[in-house]
Each structure stands twice: as structure tokens, then as C-alpha cells.
């Protein structure tokens, strides 16, 4: 049954991008995933290269600036790289619709802490119905889990409009310490995982999270910050095979740990310069000998202003 959260109409014709390059690469991807009419005509096909044992397929969609600006320094909302190209404005939709495709095919959405605090009423739900209602027909739920992620929870905002919007699952990944923050400021209902390893996540404690997933799931491990290769190790035997990291400082932990797998970064041709807002910035950033590199999946193209790169990552 389709969600009475909020949706947004997308023109097709002036959404639609066109793929100009796609790797030989793409002709061997493993792990099929849900597609309709709407994917086909504006984006294309989109198959995923393959999928992990212990932990979900991980990806983002970001969009920079030509010199790899996420965010103006005097106006700070990330949407306006693309809303404020004003030799494609349309590109900014288009720009908005892949992240929401991105949505629809994923398990779980990670989000941070921090865009929270940013904005009140942000939950990572689908915009688009016909999207929303692939996902129902496929037999998944409407709407992806919305993951949390927060080193000791001292920065989760509880009153925020994701802990009072029922159609929305929400878990929160975080350390040990953490959870005694959450128990202490949660007011929904919630259960708690805890695990130091993978060898502590067993088939009673995956059961035990699935007779409750009607509540706040609260995942943690670590002492004093979150162990990741845990966590996603716990994620992948509940069921999420496919996670949009939405939060480019864990995308930039991810990657530092050798856990990111694609990179969509959506390339606004105007140019910003200076101390602005880079990813990874507040990130340690790797070295000349040591740093991974990508390669190129696709290429689609709005305009000749408004461009779409979708990479995936290579570590030594």
C-alpha cells in the first residue's frame, strides 16, 4: 500500500538524461535489481556489479561543483550546487531524481546526525510514486530503513520529525557509549543490539531484530565509536543488501576503510574555489602512496552544463 508521506511530480522529458559512455565493464554485473518504465526512460538501465557476503553494496550520490564543492560557504545547503546552476536549472531535477531512484533500489539509507540538526523535517523516503510503487510491487517495503549514524548519539536530535513519522523504519548505528545516550533521550519505542565482533552476531540475535522491527532499532558496537565492519556485518544478515550512504563523511570513513563500493557524483559545471565545503573535508585524507582510485561505470549528460559520473572504487 503506497505511503501518505510527501511526493514530487518529475517531468519525464525534462528529467530525462542521456547516457554518452558506459565501461565494458557494466556487461558483467552480477546482482539485477528492480527497474520500471520510469528508470528505463529517463535514466536507463542500472545494474549493480555485485553483492557481498558480509556486508551490503554501499553507494552514494553527491553532487559537486567542478572543483569538488559541495556546499557554498555563505549559504550552505548542499541542493544549491545544482539549483543554483542557472545554465540548467533542469539539471538540479535531474540531479534529485537519481538520488531518489538511488532510494528506491536500496535496502537502508545512511544518513547523519548532523543533516538532521540541519533540517527539521528531512527523512530519506521516496519522492516519486511511480518509484515508490516499483518497490511495492516488488514486494519490498515502501520505504527504505533510515539508518542513523552517530559515533556516541550525543548529536541525534530525538524531537526530530523521523522519530514521529510511523511509515518511516529508522535504526540507529551506533558505539556502546552511545547507546546509554539513547536510552537516557529516546522516546519511542526501541530495541537494542550489542556486539564487540562478527563472531557475536548470531541467527537468534538477526531473529530477535526482525520481531522487532516494528520499533527504533539501535545498533551497537564499539566501545566509544562505532565498529563498522560489525554494524554492516549486522545489517547484511537482517537483509540489506543494498545501503545509500547519504552522508558524505561516513562515505568518506567508508571509503578510508575499503567498504565503498560506487560513487555517483553529479557534476554541476559551475566553479566555487576556496575554503568551501569539499567531501571528506573533516576526514583524515589519504596520502600520495597511499589512496584509492576508480573507475569509470557511465557518463550521462543533462545539457552540456549538467553532468552525471557514476564510479566504482578500486583499493589496492
Not at 88 to 112: Q, Y
Not at 177 to 202: C, H, P, Q, W
Not at 218 to 227: R, S, W
Not at 259 to 266: T, V
Request: proline letters at 5%.
Amino acid at each position: 500500500m503506497a505511503t501518505s508521506l510527501f511526493k514530487m511530480p518529475f517531468d519525464i522529458e525534462k528529467t530525462k538524461v542521456r547516457r554518452i559512455y558506459a565501461s565494458e565493464d557494466l556487461k558483467n554485473c552480477q546482482a539485477g535489481t528492480m527497474t520500471c518504465d520510469k528508470i528505463q526512460q529517463i535514466y536507463g538501465d542500472l545494474q549493480f556489479m555485485e553483492l557481498h557476503e558480509d556486508r551490503p553494496c554501499t553507494y552514494t550520490s553527491l553532487v559537486t561543483s567542478i572543483d569538488g564543492k559541495i556546499a557554498f560557504t555563505d549559504a550552505p545547503q548542499g541542493p544549491l550546487i545544482a539549483k543554483l546552476n542557472r545554465c540548467d536549472p533542469a539539471g538540479a531535477d535531474a540531479d534529485w531524481w537519481i538520488l531518489n531512484m538511488l532510494r528506491s533500489l536500496s535496502d537502508a539509507v545512511m544518513l547523519g546526525a548532523g543533516t538532521m540538526n540541519a533540517e527539521a523535517d528531512y527523512t530519506c523516503h521516496v519522492f516519486d510514486q511511480d518509484l515508490e510503487d516499483m518497490r511495492i510491487s516488488a514486494g519490498k517495503p515502501p520505504v527504505p530503513w533510515n539508518i542513523i549514524t552517530s559515533l556516541d548519539a550525543t548529536d541525534i536530535p530525538f524531537d526530530h520529525l523521523l522519530f514521529h513519522t510511523p511509515e518511516v523504519p529508522v535504526m540507529i548505528s551506533t558505539s556502546k557509549a552511545g547507546l546509554e545516550i539513547v536510552r537516557e533521550k529516546i522516546k519511542n519505542d526501541y530495541f537494542a543490539v550489542t556486539a564487540s565482533s562478527v563472531e557475536e552476531v548470531t541467527p537468534a540475535l538477526i531473529d530477535e531484530m526482525k520481531a522487532n522491527a516494528n520499533k527504533v532499532l539501535v545498533l551497537a558496537t564499539g566501545d566509544n565509536v562505532p565498529d563498522s565492519k560489525t554494524a554492516l556485518y549486522i545489517l547484511k544478515k537482517f537483509g540489506i543488501d543494498r545501503m545509500l550512504i547519504e552522508t558524505p563523511s561516513y562515505m568518506h570513513f567508508l571509503v578510508a576503510q575499503k567498504m565503498m563500493d560506487e560513487l555517483f557524483l553529479n557534476y554541476s559545471c559551475l566553479y566555487i574555489g576556496g575554503q568551501a565545503l569539499s567531501i571528506g573535508k573533516f576526514g583524515k585524507e589519504f596520502g600520495s602512496q597511499d589512496h584509492p582510485h576508480t573507475k569509470m561505470l557511465s557518463i550521462h549528460s543533462h545539457s552540456d552544463h549538467f553532468f552525471y559520473l557514476r564510479h566504482k572504487l578500486i583499493y589496492d
